[in-house]
């Protein structure tokens, strides 16, 4: 298979997936101009032009109405929003529409309509425009919401949310568009709901998303040199989450961190660590760590930026806490995180 980047894996999906389906329609603000939403659009607007690559205004909420009446009459519209931020604007339509259609009409109707948000980082972008909204958006039944980590994933869920009665929301983070891997050429698919083991290991499990699943994937690789097992688990999606996966690594390892790029409280790291004790609780050793950014919003500075967003460093000293619960030391940092080199 080709390697490609994730943004180029996005921008492929909506180019195939548009030209198989002609109720197919791309919106955004900005989808058109020289940066084509940091490449995703770009090829799309060159391809079929502005009757189905449409600007629009700064009126998410209008927008996002519009776009749900178009999907209840059998357009399938991917909005796309520059920052998930600006999708609280748009979130009546989401929440008391899109999610509620088929439930409300007896599964006579739909509001197909993919929604895809981009959370910045990276150079101090600030409380409004940093945070991760996944936990937000998978607290509503009706909707599937997934975090990409890869660009097969990238690609094969937005595929798989252009071909689903159900309205979708994907969130992508900025910090993976420029990441390679190695994408089927065709529009294959990637179910929602269904997770995948990025790490195996047999010591500890790391249940992450979005950003965090690299993150914990660095930690495994330099935890595997102090012969700790690390099992990173990819959910892709978060709702629907794969449960079963989450308590098969579980059962397995007998320990548990949770990373994410949102805050812990009434977020999804919480929901992993219920679905957990819900399920196996038994299989425990230890308490569960969550690790995710501190309880404040965002600051602006990159120097402060960088040190509120979780990295692989926090991830793998969790699992050290986690490994040596109950002892009075856990290794030293510096020690186990030797050639950890830092964010991309």
Sequence with gaps: MPKITYCQ??????????????DIILAGQGVDDHKGIYGTTTDAFQKFGPSRVMDIPNGENAFAGIAVGAASMG????????????????????????????????????????????????WGQGATHSQSLQSLFGHFPGLYV???????????????????????????????????????????????????????????????????????????????????GVEVIDVRSIRPLDD????????????????????????????????????????????VRRVTPPDCPAPVSWPLEEAFNPNAEAVAHACLETLHSGQRSVPRMRNVMSGFTGPY
């Design 9 to 22: 894996a996005i921008s492929e999906a909506t180019v195939q997936c548009m030209a198989a389906d002609p």
């Design 75 to 122: 357009i399938r519209p991917i909005v796309v929003h520059t920052r998930d931020d600006f999708m609280f604007l748009a979130m009546d339509a989401i929440f008391n529409l899109a999610a509620k259609w088929r439930y409300m009409y007896g599964n006579q109707g739909s509001a197909p309509i993919v929604m895809r948000g981009l959370v910045g980082r990276g």
């Design 244 to 287: 079963a996966l989450i308590c098969t690594s579980v059962a397995k390892t007998g320990r548990l961190v949770v990373a994410d790029t949102s805050w812990a409280r009434y977020g999804f790291a919480a929901e992993v660590a219920a679905v957990v004790a819900e399920n196996v609780y038994d299989s425990l050793r230890a308490p």
């Design 146 to 228: 997934a975090t990409p980590a890869s660009p097969a994933d990238a690609k094969g869920l937005l595929v798989s949310a252009l071909q689903a009665e159900t309205p979708v929301v994907l969130l992508e983070n900025r910090g993976l568009y420029g990441i390679e891997g190695e994408v089927p050429e065709q529009p294959v698919a990637v179910p929602f709901g269904a997770g995948r083991i990025a790490r195996t290991g047999g010591d500890i499990t790391v249940v992450a998303a979005s950003l965090m699943v690299h993150e914990a994937e660095r930690a495994a690789d330099a935890l595997r040199e102090q012969d700790i």
